[in-house]
């Protein structure tokens, strides 16, 4: 069992619509979790990371984090192009653990 | 500030030869990361350091050396290259371990022929 599960996608959306990336982590004493952007041929960026459980809304990104069922997800609203990229979600347990991410396609 | 600075950006290398990867962060941050990444493996970590000093191996680390030779700068080597260390290469940093999440240089593209 992978340490961090992310489908591996790819996701269709259409222009406007919201977006939702889900991750999985198997650490249940992970305390940090992380939401990653990687363009095609770039390095991973970090939009967003939530420690607690609930919801933390920056922009049109809200994370999402439920730890009693090792559950992390990312909502992407009015989701545009630009917003086309591999979400990687990344776990700080004992160690820190990267998903293999998921590849979103916004559609115009 | 440029953040953490990667060089060279690509690079072909025989099979045997040996290269140095450069990483350098202007952040002032205390840990600082070596990963490949793989189609379909995602990110993984190679060495890391957690603070000037010290290195600890992670999680691929055979065919690689590493060092940090100050808290700016922490240096990725190949002895002997291997077709199987073609792969993208990402030094990272953070203030702490793990920390608020890592800052990533943008890249060093291998291929080893």
């Known amino acids: 069992q992978k340490e961090v599960e992310q489908n591996s996608g790819p996701l269709s959306v259409p222009e406007g619509a919201i977006a939702s990336l889900n991750c999985t982590y198997s650490?249940?004493?992970?305390?940090?979790f992380f939401w990653y952007r990687q363009y095609s041929g770039k390095s991973p960026e970090l939009i967003m990371f939530i420690y607690s459980n609930g919801d933390k809304e920056d922009g049109r990104f809200t994370a999402q984090l439920n730890k009693a069922s090792q559950y992390v997800s990312l909502l992407i609203r009015d989701s545009q192009p630009s917003d086309s990229a591999t979400y990687l979600c990344a776990v700080l347990g004992n160690q820190f653990y990267f998903g293999t991410g998921t590849s979103l396609t916004v559609i115009p | 500030n440029a953040g953490v600075t990667q060089t060279p950006k690509f690079q072909v290398l025989k099979t045997g030869q040996s290269m140095t990867l450069q990483c350098a962060q202007d952040m002032n941050h205390n840990s600082m990361y070596w990963y490949r990444q793989d189609p379909g493996m995602g990110l993984r970590l190679i060495y890391y350091s957690a603070s000037e000093g010290t290195t600890d191996k992670g999680e691929v680390p055979n065919g690689y050396n590493v060092s940090r030779l100050n808290k700016r700068e922490f240096s990725l080597r190949l002895e002997s290259a291997a077709p199987s260390q073609t792969s993208v290469y990402f030094c990272a940093s953070s203030e702490v371990p793990g920390g608020d999440g890592y800052t990533f240089g943008s890249g060093t593209r291998l291929t080893v022929v």
């Open positions: 650490d249940r004493g992970s305390q940090s």
